[in-house]
């Protein structure tokens, strides 16, 4: 028996539970994007937004990760259901410049653009679903 | 037969895809095996586990024992999994988790105890973190390697 083992055993827990919490906190939360830093989105992604196109979502993942498949599936839908929405994913591995333009360390993390490609909102993890489509509602036409 | 993927390095034979439950029930096993190994300083108890790790991680997922005995004691009970995620990711934080442990035990058996208790103790952080939370510390890096590399390929 080692009673510093037993300390230190309590103590990672402590520490671990707390780091989790705060993990868990985090992830998916839609967090809104005030004054951005941000290139233009659409350039990044490649693209021009349609008439009807008011928001583009650029969802980064990397090549083995699970989170991003249930992410790309679950924005797949949500572009499906809103026209005024699109998806775009790019694969970090393929495009590292657009992880450092937009300085993501973590995927999935998805950013969202209004119209005229300033970045409105971003999201690490998996998105939640009703939060999300809430602030989409909320990004002006521009 | 394995062929070169584009980045140059020779692929592996790959794992299946994992069932996250699976995944889950062996972080925690890890987690009581290495509390176990923190409160008994038992370098040899850390050298078991890094053993466990190193099938894992050089073997092959198929071969990790705590996934194994998932598979025989526990799969029949719950039923086939909704989801699977894929391999090598884990293996790769099985790899992580290896050094760590490896770490330990010659930490402990070579009477450098702190170096035993630090280095279990990281170990023990991040099984605790992928049994509790889901959250896999190793996995996270294999994302963020895999970038580094490309990004100077």
Not at chain 2, 23 to 49: C, D, E, I, K, P
Not at chain 2, 91 to 118: D, P
Not at chain 2, 120 to 141: D, H, I, P, R, Y
Request: hydrophobic residues 50%.
């Amino acid at each position: 028996m080692s009673g510093t083992g037993l300390v230190v055993v309590l103590a990672v827990l402590a520490v671990a539970t707390a780091v989790g919490f705060v993990l868990r906190s985090r992830s998916g939360r839609v967090r809104e994007v005030t004054e951005p830093t941000s290139p233009n989105g659409w350039v990044l992604a490649d693209a021009r937004p349609t008439a009807d196109e008011r928001v583009l979502l650029l969802q980064l993942s990397s090549p083995i990760c699970t989170p991003c498949r249930q992410t790309a599936a679950m924005l797949d839908a949500l572009a499906a259901a809103e026209p005024d929405v699109r998806h775009v994913e790019i694969d970090v591995a393929d495009r590292p410049e657009v992880a450092v333009a937009l300085s993501v360390l973590r995927t999935p993390t998805t950013v969202g653009f209004d119209r005229t490609g300033r970045e409105v909102l971003r999201i690490s993890g998996v998105p939640r679903h009703a939060e999300l489509t809430e602030a989409l509602h909320g990004v002006p036409r521009a | 037969m394995s062929t070169p993927d584009s980045s140059g390095d020779a692929v592996r034979p790959a794992d299946p895809p994992l069932d996250p439950r699976g995944v889950r029930f062996a972080a925690a096993v890890t987690t009581v095996v290495l509390a176990l190994v923190l409160v008994s300083g038992s370098g040899w108890l850390a050298a078991a586990q890094a053993l466990v790790f190193a099938l894992a991680a050089f073997a092959g997922m198929r071969f990790a024992p705590y996934g194994v005995l998932y598979r025989k004691a526990i799969v029949p009970r719950l039923g086939p999994p909704a989801e699977r995620e894929e391999a090598a990711p884990v293996r790769f934080s099985q790899t992580v988790g290896f050094v760590f442990a490896a770490l330990g035990a010659i930490g402990y058996l070579s009477g450098l105890t702190v170096l035993g208790i630090v280095a279990t103790a990281f170990a023990l952080m991040a099984a605790f973190l992928n049994a509790a939370f889901g959250f896999c510390l190793g996995c996270e890096m294999y994302g963020l390697l895999a970038r580094v590399r490309t990004a100077r390929a």
